[in-house]
């Protein structure tokens, strides 16, 4: 192999990594040292970011919704994301499979029996509490939170990063080279780098609350199933399994282990689904869903926009405007991440498979377990709400999985269901982190693997720290702080995702596949850079 050959090759970027692998360390430590400190300071940011800028999370994320349906049938709708007219890299079911895994996680199986309960108590709109308007209205709300607009998030800055990743075939995996039609050179100056340091800190941020929520969870599945008594080394315990699992998945890849790991994971999601489903309240749950999902058509605008300007109530800053900002947090990662996967589809089916096979995926989990928690708290079977109140989250959903049938095999299947949940959302964590501090990686090329395990052990050791200081509310905090900045950033991925496209096709409209002749590339000024690769 001679000398250009051997720059070609993808290799660690020191200047990125360096500062970024620093950053996750030094988040681990200052959780440990400053907890108080860094819960006070991060409260009152995160106060100040809900009560000045929540008009623009809404308006933002409702924006995001409507470009995200035009860039599906839109003109551009069918402009492939790969130089040739091969077929895509995944199946539907693998692709659809990590999307999911990774793009909701630990979250949607921590939520899913409680948040509909949480809003039983304390419902928006100022509905009576434990109100059979209030159990609508809180079904409703919680597949409103999970479903289109999260998606849509998604799925914009993932377009942006599949095209100029497999289409103008830049050799960086990073948001500031999705920004490149847009910026120019000036990606590769300081302004580069902030727009890197920003998306780190937002993975950094949204990875902590995943970690914060799900090792809790984990732990008291785990000691439950094992008749054991829960403590902080039962919670090292499963820090150190689960890091064993998504270490090796990081390091095997995406076709050897991220894959692998997200097909067992739905496999395993649908099969507690449809069980819940069948031995629970069949009738009550699929009412109850039917309802919701009309209620949800039926005011979507009203519920995207409502921020309760007169009497502050406080519902939209600590649900509404929190799950916006964890989306927009993590919405730069999963365009990394869902960006990489996706060679070989058109704009039209990324689009619409996220949105679609990402909402009906999360509709149906909460749906059904959201519905049957609300039956066992309605029918006094299990008084939820107390149980939750007083005890928490992880707790409560022990206690929920304990009523079904076969509880033992549930809980096993349950727990197992967390492990891989989480793994699979931290392994795609640590695969974007290796490939934003990699350099020359191409569409088809994946990161080094120490550079992947490393990164698997840094988000090791946030959830160590996390469980040291009780971080979780910071950590959340801090991750709703991060979304302020990061609207300017997925902005500018919009503005030159939409130039990039315009510079490439023009007016052009076919019905078949548009596809760009590497000649196009070439001869294009803006790409000049590539031949110099």
Known sequence: MNLSQRQDQPRLDLPVFI?????????????????EQAEAWAAHLMS???????????????????????????????????????PPEY?????????????????LVSWSFVEPIYYLSSPPLHIEPHSAKAAEWGHMYTLFHWSFVPWALYAVPSVAVAYMLHVRR?????????????????????IGKVIDTLIILGLIGGAGTSLGLGVPLVSSLTTS??????????????????????????????????????????????????????????????SMSANSVGLMLDN?????????PIKHGGFPDAWTLFYWAWWIAYAPLMGLFFGRISRGRTIRQMVLGILLWGSLGCISFLSICGSYALHLELSGTLEVSQLLSEQGIPATVVAIVKTLPFSQVVLAAFTLLSFVFLATTLDSSA??????????????QEPGKRNRLAWAFALALIAVGLLFANGLDTVKSLTIILALPLTVVL?????????????????????????????????NNFDKETKNV
């Open 170 to 190: 830049r050799p960086f995996l990073r948001i500031s080279e999705v920004c490149r039609p847009l910026l120019g050179d000036r990606v590769d100056g300081w």
């Open 48 to 86: 100040l970011v809900t009560s000045q800028f929540g008009w623009l999370f809404v308006f933002f994320g409702f924006g995001t919704f409507i470009f995200a349906l035009w860039l599906a049938y839109g003109r551009f709708g069918q402009v492939k994301l790969s130089r040739t007219d091969e």
């Open 431 to 444: 695969y974007v982190l290796a490939s934003i501090s990699t350099k020359n990686l191409y569409g088809e």
């Open 19 to 35: 500062p970024a692998f620093g950053i996750a360390i030094i988040a681990a430590a200052f959780l440990v040292l400053r907890p």
């Open 491 to 523: 902005l500018l991925i919009f503005r030159s995702l939409t130039r990039v496209l315009n510079d490439d096709f023009g007016v052009a409209v076919q019905k078949d596949a548009l596809i760009v002749a590497p000649a196009t590339i070439e001869a």
């Open 91 to 107: 199946s539907e079911l693998s692709w659809a499979a990590m999307m999911f895994s990774a793009g909701i996680g630990i979250g």
């Open 300 to 308: 979507f605008p009203r519920i995207s926009f409502w921020l309760d």
């Open 225 to 286: 199933l094992l008749g054991i008594e829960e403590s902080m080394a039962t919670r090292l315990g499963v820090i150190a399994f689960w890091t064993l699992i998504f270490g090796a998945s990081a390091y095997k890849g995406l076709k050897a282990g991220i894959r692998i790991l997200s097909d067992i994971n739905i496999f395993l999601a649908v099969a507690i689904v449809l069980l819940v489903l069948f031995v629970g309240p069949t009738v009550f749950i699929l």
